[in-house]
């Protein structure tokens, strides 16, 4: 698939935003006022940043407000509708924590679900697509969420819970990887099925339909950069989740540095899943790639 | 309305013949020549006279080749556009609602002004039926000519989608697969037309006919072929002598 820097940048970012969201809304800090603010400008700016840049992949972007409707069979509808939820109910409660000094609890925890249901809703949109055999595992919502869980601690200083969030993310981005390198394998799609001729022989792509590219081979056939994959693979797993632990598990004294450290662990983290990002979409096949031979 | 209807009236769709087709292209052209023109947006193309040319077709020809385990490769041509599926993922992947499918004749259709461009339509197909028009923003697709089949100011003979229509070797075949008795449920039954991808569970409406075997290529391949062998294994007077010359000029012979 075509890595889109938009889609990109809309998973990292407002997964890291929704996550944040989530702990807020559990009262995880337990912030008023002006830290309050600090807190939720953060959580919106990813989270709303990464709505917005989602809108630029759009042939129509003025017509985004029809995305509400489907709700009822499309995931991306339900994610729009999810994040709007989110986004108010947490506006609420942020309003009361930050003006009136109180957590309005029950609100919260409703808030917090919508924000981890939107992440979810978010990781639907892949995990349903039984042509691109790498994001159609359970794998997938199960990394979504994670990364979502654990960047929302390490944004929210969940000192306790970030270390354990970070390795139980760690551990399924290597279940996801190991589990994906094998996808297209074992989903039976072949040239084979794809022609309807698999039983008559070896079927070989002879010639394509035309001399140019076009928009499949654009958008679904994105083989450059593959090659990279497994060096890609161990800077972004270093950076999401090794370097981050250290820095937040290593004992420093004053309260400055430890902040730096948690600081840089968040850069770390934020960079180590936009690379994992990256590699999510370029290395997902689709199917349609085998029309012409390609994968 | 992105839900798929539980059932549809009647199933319109598209028998392809591989046996038949020739790999001429024709349909391609005819199709993109007259959806270009009629429903929704046209057809764009991004550097056409250029180095780089690139377009919109709802209507695409690869050729493949199979080589059997004995015997001699065969190549196939093999026409490609919207299988209409039953179970359409293109369908109900829809966020707005703009992709549909027809109850009347299962025919799916993208409401284009309803249309973002958010492509997921095109990430859902695995068949490559859909293909954002790079000017518009808007996805295309086959609409089964719906615009030709019901025309009444067309004569009757014309209404066919485009492709059928000007097929030279009647390789395309158009009808109604939901009827057992169609001419083409029957072409179907008896020539043993197949899905594309089954296991994608999409339940294409568009059958595809297998080729027909071949005849079996003899070693032999005529009667006269023993008296026309070559007499002379060995060269002999002067092109033995340039046979051999031209071997010891070093580079070797292939």
Same mark, same amino acid.
């Given at each position: 698939m075509h890595p889109a820097p938009s889609v990109i940048i809309f998973t990292t970012f407002s997964g890291l935003g929704f996550g944040l969201l989530f702990f807020l809304g559990l009262g995880q800090p337990p912030v008023t006022g002006f830290v309050a603010f600090v807190f939720y400008a953060i959580a919106y700016a990813l989270a709303v940043g990464g709505l917005l840049a989602s809108t630029f992949h759009l042939g129509h972007p003025e017509r985004a407000w029809k995305a509400f409707s489907q709700w009822k069979s499309s995931w991306l509808s339900r994610e729009g509708v999810c994040a709007v939820a989110a986004l108010i109910i947490m506006g609420l409660y942020a309003l009361g924590a930050v003006f009136l000094q109180s957590h309005w609890t029950l609100l919260g925890w409703v808030g917090a679900i919508l924000s981890l249901a939107t992440v979810f809703t978010t990781s639907m949109i892949y995990t349903q697509l039984k042509t691109i055999p790498r994001w159609n595992m359970n794998l997938t919502p199960a990394m979504f969420l994670s990364f979502s869980l654990a960047g929302g601690a390490l944004l929210s200083g969940a000192e306790t819970l970030a270390p354990w969030l970070l390795a139980i993310a760690g551990a399924i981005q290597l279940a996801y990887w190991a589990k994906g390198d094998q996808a297209l394998a074992s989903s039976g799609t072949n040239l084979g099925t794809a022609t309807g001729l698999g039983d008559r022989g070896t079927v070989r792509a002879f010639e394509p339909p035309h001399t140019g590219t076009n928009y499949l081979l654009r958008e679904f056939v994105h083989v450059v950069g593959r090659k990279h994959a497994q060096k890609l693979r161990v800077i972004s797993f270093v950076l999401a989740f090794v370097l981050p632990l250290l820095l937040i598990l290593t004992p420093v004294a004053g309260v400055a540095i430890k902040h730096v450290f948690a600081l840089l662990a968040v850069l770390s983290h934020l960079t180590g899943v936009v690379v994992s990002r990256w590699l999510f979409f370029a290395q997902a096949e689709h199917v349609v790639g085998l029309y012409y031979g390609k994968r | 309305m992105t839900q798929l209807p539980q059932s549809t009236e009647r199933k319109m769709g598209l028998v392809i013949d591989l046996d038949t087709c020739v790999g001429c292209h024709a349909c391609v052209i005819s199709c993109k020549g007259w959806n270009t023109e009629n429903y929704g947006a046209p057809l764009s193309d991004q550097d056409a006279y250029g180095a780089n040319p690139s377009g919109t077709f709802l209507n695409r020809v690869h050729s493949y080749?199979? @080589?059997?385990? @004995?015997? /001699? *490769? @065969?190549?196939?041509? &093999?026409? $490609? #556009?919207? %299988?209409?599926? +039953?179970?359409?993922?293109?369908? !109900?992947?829809?966020? !707005?609602?703009?992709?549909?499918?027809?109850?009347?004749?299962?025919?799916?259709?993208v409401n284009e002004s309803d249309c973002i461009g958010c492509g997921l339509c095109a990430? #859902?197909?695995?068949?490559? *039926?859909?293909? %954002?028009?790079?000017? +518009?923003?808007?996805? $295309?697709?086959?609409?089964?000519?719906?615009?030709?089949?019901?025309?009444?100011?067309?004569?009757?003979?014309?209404?066919?989608?485009?492709?059928?229509?000007?097929?030279? *070797?009647?390789?395309? /075949? &158009?009808?109604? %697969?939901?009827?057992?008795? #169609?001419?083409? #449920? $029957?072409?179907? *039954?008896?020539?043993?037309?197949?899905?594309?991808?089954?296991?994608?569970?999409t339940k294409p409406v568009n059958k595809y006919l297998p080729p027909r075997p071949k005849d079996q290529v003899e070693e032999q391949i005529d009667i006269l072929a023993p008296l026309l062998a070559p007499v002379a294994e060995e060269s002999k007077g002067f092109l033995g002598w340039l046979d051999k010359a031209l071997d010891k000029i070093p580079g070797g012979a292939n």
């Open positions: - | 080749e199979v @080589q059997p385990e @004995q015997g /001699h *490769a @065969q190549l196939i041509h &093999f026409p $490609k #556009s919207c %299988l209409h599926c +039953e179970d359409a993922p293109c369908v !109900t992947v829809c966020p !707005t609602g703009a992709s549909y499918k027809r109850v009347e004749d299962g025919i799916v259709l990430w #859902s197909c695995p068949y490559g *039926a859909r293909e %954002l028009d790079q000017a +518009e923003g808007v996805m $295309k697709k086959c609409t089964l000519c719906v615009d030709r089949i019901y025309n009444e100011n067309l004569p009757e003979v014309d209404r066919v989608p485009s492709c059928v229509r000007t097929c030279p *070797a009647g390789a395309r /075949h &158009f009808g109604d %697969l939901g009827d057992p008795d #169609s001419d083409v #449920s $029957k072409l179907v *039954a008896d020539r043993g037309g197949m899905d594309l991808m089954p296991e994608m569970g």
